[in-house]
């Protein structure tokens, strides 16, 4: 949920005068009409019998590709390598020599600073501040609160949005399970066009690249080129 006094999300698309992106402007001007394009996508997949589950049920492709530049993408690339190896380096410490356990109690801030200690390197993907959320007196206002062992957006929690009933059942279960929540700082989502009703309007799309891990090094994989539609806040 928006307030008048947040700031706007970051469009991937448009500037702030609603001109296309160099990057985005040739496929923006094609897209005279998004609606027919996304019911045809509809009718491909349909006729191929893509769907979910089984029997397979329809699903909604979005047809606006995400468009990330080559610097966006070599960025993203090498932050997203460098935390897999830091990520190895870390377990090999962690069941091997311990020298993570030797310099003291393990704290968040240790992981989160897993790249620099264990690759002499800084972070170029650095991770929302996030903390564990304890009792009553905990100040949450400014936080999105969410269970530490769920995926998906389960249980996830906006503080500042919440209702009365909902705070009052979250501040239950945070009682019931210590250490099994955490607080992350509010962090406002980027944009993206997608088609919605026939038209183009700003939603929020996740961003799911793959990265193997060998012997040969780091492969990090290119997302696919259509985003899924993602119905979730603006806050993450």
């Known amino acids: 949920m928006s307030r008048a006094d947040d700031p706007p999300s970051y469009d991937e698309a448009y500037d ?8 985005y402007a040739e496929l923006l001007a094609a897209l005279d009409d998004p609606g027919a394009t996304a019911a045809e996508v509809s009718r491909r ?14 699903i909604t492709l979005d047809p606006v590709p995400r468009i990330l530049t080559e610097s966006e993408w070599a960025e993203l690339q090498t932050g997203i390598a460098q935390r897999l190896l830091a ?34 390197e800084q972070p170029l993907l650095p991770s929302v501040p996030s903390r564990l959320v304890t009792g009553d007196d905990d100040e949450l206002d400014d936080l999105v609160v969410k269970p530490r062992g769920e995926m998906g957006g389960e249980g ?50 996740d961003l799911r690249p793959f990265a193997l891990l060998s012997d040969a090094g780091v492969r990090v994989s290119r997302p696919a080129p259509h985003a899924w539609r993602w119905s979730a806040g603006p806050w993450s």
């Open 87 to 120: 990520l190895e380096a870390f377990v090999a410490d962690v069941y091997g020599d311990g020298r993570v356990f030797a310099d003291g109690v393990l704290a968040r801030e240790d992981v989160e600073s897993s790249p620099h200690l264990y690759l002499g």
């Open 16 to 23: 702030e005068s609603g001109t296309a992106r160099p990057h």
């Open 45 to 58: 997949l349909r006729a191929r019998r893509v769907g979910f589950g089984s029997p397979p049920a329809d």
């Open 156 to 205: 996830v929690v906006v503080w500042r949005d919440a209702d009365d009933e909902t705070r009052e059942r979250v501040r239950r279960e945070i009682a019931a399970e210590p250490g099994g929540w955490i607080g992350q700082q509010l962090i406002r989502l980027s944009v993206h066009p997608t088609v919605v009703d026939g038209r183009l309007e700003p939603r929020h799309v």
